[in-house]
C-alpha cells in the first residue's frame, strides 16, 4: 500500500521545514536538526487523523514537547528508497515496508471518544477524525503544530525505528501528500461548440458595426 496521508492540519503551512540544521537549538534533545514539520495554526482547527491509527502514547512531555500524541498507522505501507537534500548534505532513506508513527506536540488537549481514556492507551480514531486541539505548551517560541514522523516496525508492544539520521531519525511528511487532481477539461459536443463559435462572431459583428457607424457619424460631421 503506499502511503499517501491526508494533511492533519488545513491548510498546511510549514513555519519551519524538517531537517533544518540548528544544533544550537536541538542539541540539548539529543540531535541537530529539526526533527520535524511545524505547523501554523488556522482559528478553531483541530489536529486530524491523517490515516486510520491507534493511539498508542499521549500526555505531557517535560522535555519540551508539552501536550503530546503518539497517533501510528494501522496498516503499513510500501516506501521506495529516496533521498533528500538539506543544507547541501544528503539523507537517504532506504526502501522499508512498515508502519508511520506521528508525534504531536505543543497540544492543548487530546480529544478522545472513550470516558477511561485518561487511564490508558489505544483507542482507533478513522482517517479525518479529530484527534487533538493544537496550541503552545512546552518549549514552544509560537502557537503551531510540531508534527514528527517516523517509519517505523510495531508488534503491538515495541517501536523499532527503521531511519537512522540526524533528524531524530524522522522524514519530511509533507512529501506524500498526494498531489492536487488536475482540473478536467470541460467535455462540450460538437454542436454546442459550433453555438458558441457562431455567438462569438455575432458579437464581434455587432462591435464592428458600432464602431462603423461611429466613423462614419464623425466623417459627416467634418464635411
Same mark, same amino acid.
Given at each position: 500500500?503506499?502511503?499517501?496521508?491526508?494533511?492533519?492540519?488545513?491548510?498546511?503551512?510549514?513555519?519551519?521545514?524538517?531537517?533544518?540544521?540548528?544544533?544550537?537549538?536541538?542539541?540539548?534533545?539529543?540531535?541537530?536538526?529539526?526533527?520535524?514539520?511545524?505547523?501554523?495554526?488556522?482559528?478553531?482547527?483541530?489536529?486530524?487523523?491523517?490515516?486510520?491509527?491507534?493511539d498508542?502514547?499521549?500526555?505531557?512531555?517535560?522535555?519540551?514537547?508539552g501536550?503530546?500524541?503518539?497517533?501510528?498507522?494501522?496498516?503499513?505501507?510500501?516506501?521506495?528508497? #529516496? /533521498?533528500? %537534500?538539506?543544507?547541501?548534505? @544528503?539523507?537517504?532513506?532506504?526502501?522499508?515496508r512498515?508502519?508511520? +508513527?506521528?508525534? =504531536?506536540?505543543?497540544?492543548?488537549?487530546?480529544?478522545?471518544?472513550?470516558?477511561?481514556?485518561?487511564?490508558?492507551?489505544?483507542?482507533?480514531?478513522?482517517?479525518g477524525?479529530?484527534?487533538?486541539i493544537?496550541?503552545n505548551?512546552?518549549?514552544?517560541?509560537?502557537?503551531?503544530?510540531?508534527?514528527?514522523?517516523?517509519?517505523?516496525? #510495531? /508488534?503491538? %508492544?515495541?517501536?523499532?525505528? @527503521?531511519?537512522?539520521?540526524?533528524a531524530?531519525?524522522?522524514?519530511? +511528511?509533507?512529501? =506524500?501528500?498526494?498531489?492536487?487532481?488536475p482540473?478536467?477539461?470541460?467535455?462540450?459536443?460538437?454542436?454546442v461548440k459550433?453555438e458558441?463559435?457562431?455567438?462569438?462572431?455575432?458579437?464581434?459583428r455587432?462591435?464592428?458595426?458600432?464602431?462603423?457607424?461611429?466613423?462614419?457619424?464623425?466623417?459627416t460631421?467634418?464635411s
Amino acid at each position: 500500500m503506499k502511503f499517501e496521508p491526508e494533511k492533519p492540519i488545513r491548510p498546511y503551512v510549514l513555519t519551519q521545514k524538517w531537517g533544518v540544521f540548528r544544533p544550537d537549538v536541538y542539541k540539548q534533545f539529543g540531535f541537530t536538526r529539526h526533527n520535524g514539520e511545524d505547523v501554523a495554526l488556522p482559528e478553531g482547527e483541530f489536529v486530524r487523523a491523517p490515516f486510520d491509527g491507534i493511539d498508542i502514547k499521549h500526555g505531557f512531555q517535560p522535555n519540551g514537547g508539552g501536550v503530546f500524541l503518539g497517533f501510528i498507522s494501522k496498516e503499513e505501507y510500501d516506501f521506495e528508497a #529516496w /533521498d533528500e %537534500i538539506v543544507d547541501g548534505e @544528503v539523507i537517504h532513506f532506504p526502501t522499508a515496508r512498515c508502519r508511520v +508513527l506521528l508525534d =504531536f506536540l505543543h497540544l492543548r488537549s487530546i480529544l478522545s471518544l472513550r470516558p477511561d481514556f485518561e487511564n490508558g492507551d489505544g483507542e482507533e480514531r478513522t482517517k479525518g477524525s479529530a484527534l487533538a486541539i493544537p496550541d503552545n505548551t512546552g518549549f514552544s517560541t509560537g502557537p503551531h503544530c510540531h508534527i514528527q514522523p517516523r517509519r517505523v516496525h #510495531w /508488534d503491538g %508492544i515495541t517501536v523499532t525505528q @527503521v531511519d537512522k539520521n540526524d533528524a531524530n531519525n524522522s522524514f519530511p +511528511l509533507s512529501r =506524500f501528500f498526494p498531489a492536487p487532481r488536475p482540473v478536467e477539461a470541460l467535455k462540450v459536443s460538437p454542436q454546442v461548440k459550433i453555438e458558441a463559435q457562431n455567438a462569438i462572431l455575432k458579437g464581434l459583428r455587432v462591435v464592428l458595426e458600432y464602431f462603423r457607424e461611429r466613423w462614419k457619424g464623425r466623417i459627416t460631421s467634418k464635411s
